[in-house]
């Protein structure tokens, strides 16, 4: 990663999509 705030939207990115799915029952 380039910058710093480019990791953490990565990581936020990421941590939304683990949470939309465990909301979905999965």
Do not use: N
């Amino acid at each position: 990663m380039s910058s710093s705030k480019e990791y953490l939207d990565f990581v936020l990115e990421q941590c939304s999509g683990l949470s939309a799915r465990a909301m979905m029952g999965e």
